[in-house]
């Protein structure tokens, strides 16, 4: 059964990236790997939102400007590993896979967070004590399931579903055109979507001037952006100079995402974090991500230990069961700092609850794996 097993797992690493694990594409299981720990020390990082007038905010503002490219290139990776599906199989087995690998999931743990949403009461129900009851109805569990009320964080599987319900259309655009297409559809979306909005948004914010702009390429909008944009940047052999570019303006978002946060955030009377450089499609995060993505996929490509290459394809099958279950592990941190003797607006505490969630989330996707019927909803 354990060899069993082993070949089921590491058929999904394979499906996973799409391609053979040799140093062209090795990137992959590096930026899957980048990118999961990247969303717990996120999550981790609380501190960011809640702990404002704390000294600590500072380092906060600066670890969630670095981090905040993590679910950008999530997106950025389903376009690199999905967009040749039809290379490997139809589009009904397509959507049959991606429904076992991500709406199973999703519906299960979409559960165990209602459940655990309502720990208290059930604790109570349970042992005798006063309660307010559940009050669960079928639309009242529906409408948590579906708008990812009773675990905010799997807000990620509503876009996530709605890619891949029109993947087949950007996957029938012909191999031989598909990067000139994209290419265009990257660059008009870019200008109309994300650069002139912010820069009207900068204008409203800091001379008061209101300029309304409601004109969209939805082809390339939001999230569908940045599925377009890894498809091209897994394709395409960019040369250096024009990486070069990328990365000096990469980096300048970085710079505008954080020091524009800190700035707008001080001047701020009512003491709460200013969002005007925050935001996955929004210009900072967007060319930022994309720096990002880029310079793992050439870095990458440069590991020639095997060793290496293997742990990064190993830890790659933990690396969507980690984003399902470690916030659940932070919660127990966060609601036990006493018991820790902890502050949460620290450096110390952000390392440790990363660190913590990380492992007993790979240790638990361990354990259910082992389970025939549980083992479907940590894929």
Not at 289 to 302: D, E, H, M, T
């Amino acid at each position: 059964m354990s060899k069993s097993r082993d070949k089921k797992r590491n058929r999904r690493i394979k499906e996973n990236s799409g391609q053979n694990q040799n140093s062209s594409f090795v990137y992959i299981s590096v930026m899957n790997v980048i990118a999961a720990v990247s969303v717990v020390i996120l999550h981790a990082n609380v501190s960011f939102w809640l702990d404002r007038k704390t000294p600590y905010w500072e380092t906060a503002n600066i670890i969630e400007s670095v981090f905040y490219f993590a679910v950008p290139v999530f997106f950025m990776l389903s376009g690199a590993t999905l967009m040749e599906y039809q290379d490997r199989y139809s589009t009904k087995e397509f959507f049959i896979k991606r429904f076992k690998k991500t709406v199973i999931p999703f519906l299960a743990w979409s559960v165990v967070g209602l459940l655990w949403s309502s720990r208290k009461v059930l604790s109570a129900m349970l042992t005798g004590q006063p309660n307010g009851g559940l009050h669960w109805t079928f639309l009242s569990v529906t409408d948590g399931i579906i708008n990812t009320k009773f675990r905010d964080i799997y807000w990620f599987f509503i876009p996530l579903f709605c890619i891949y319900l029109v993947m087949p259309l950007f996957a029938s655009v012909r191999k031989e055109k598909r990067e000139k297409i994209f290419t265009y559809i990257i660059g008009v979306s870019l200008v109309i979507n994300f650069v002139i909005p912010f820069v009207l948004s900068l204008l409203n914010h800091y001379a008061h001037i209101t300029f309304g702009w409601t004109y969209k390429i939805y082809v390339g909008y939001e999230y569908l952006f940045y599925v377009l944009v890894g498809y091209v940047i897994h394709k395409r052999n960019i040369k250096p100079e024009f990486r070069l570019i990328i990365y000096i303006v990469s980096l300048a978002a970085l710079l505008v995402h954080m020091l524009g946060t800190f700035y707008a955030t001080k001047a701020n009377p009512n003491g709460t974090v200013v969002s005007l450089y925050k935001g996955y499609y929004n210009l900072p995060c967007v060319l930022y991500s994309i720096g990002v993505f880029l310079l793992v996929k050439q870095l990458a490509q440069r590991i020639k230990s095997k060793r290496v290459i293997n742990v990064f394809t190993y830890l790659q099958g933990f690396t969507f069961p980690i984003y399902l279950i470690h916030r659940y592990f932070l919660d127990v941190f966060e609601e036990n700092l006493k018991l820790f003797q902890m502050e949460r607006a620290s450096l110390l505490y952000v390392v440790l609850a990363t660190v913590l969630a990380l492992s007993l989330s790979i240790l638990t996707t361990m354990l259910l794996r082992k389970i025939p019927v549980l083992r479907h909803i940590v894929p």
